[in-house]
């Protein structure tokens, strides 16, 4: 299996990365890469993973993602992304907004984030809204969806402090019976 994990290739992905036609596991993460997804990423057709998390990568998700039909494993999180990734063969992908303020466990547990500015009320705030979330998905949503790993890592929070549910890896619909 033809790799590139975890080697700093500097602070960008070049467009010469299409060049690489064999590979199959690109695992860039946490390599402080900043810049653009190069839309040469599209050459990679034998490419089975694609792990970019925890990096400083904006800008679009290339459209040219497309083409990588083998693909089954796309991690883009912690990256100020936008875009749509359209799903095919095995790959099932969601993409969010780009959360400004982390997650509920960062403000929780980081000793570097300042709480004395939550007060009582800004907690219940968070609370609710967690909690009118569940309800809707449960309840207010064309079929129920019951969110099966809630945990502070799961509860994003955006740049205006608003709650997004997040991660539904384990989720299940209900009134759907699927065979494994």
């Not at 929780?108 to 809204?129: M, P, Q």
Request: charged fraction near 20%.
């Amino acid at each position: 299996m033809t790799q590139l994990v975890h080697s700093w290739i500097g602070t960008l992905i070049p467009p010469s990365i299409g060049h690489l036609k064999e590979l199959q596991v690109l695992d860039l993460s946490q390599n402080q890469i900043s810049g653009i997804i190069p839309r040469e990423i599209g050459n990679l057709l034998k490419l089975q993973t694609l792990q970019l998390f925890e990096n400083s990568l904006s800008g679009s998700i290339p459209t040219e993602i497309v083409h990588c039909k083998n693909l089954t494993i796309l991690n883009l999180y912690s990256n100020k992304l936008t875009g749509i990734v359209h799903c095919f063969g095995n790959l099932r992908a969601l993409v969010l907004e780009y959360m400004e303020n982390g997650n509920l466990d960062k403000l929780i547990h980081d000793s570097r984030i300042d709480r004395s500015r939550w007060d009582l009320s800004e907690r219940v705030d968070v609370l609710v809204s967690v909690s009118r979330g569940l309800v809707y998905l449960h309840s207010e949503y064309d079929f129920p969806i019951v969110q099966c790993d809630l945990k502070p890592s799961n509860i994003l929070l955006n740049e205006k402090w608003n709650v997004h549910v997040s991660d539904f890896g384990t989720a299940r619909i209900m009134g759907v019976h699927h065979q494994d």
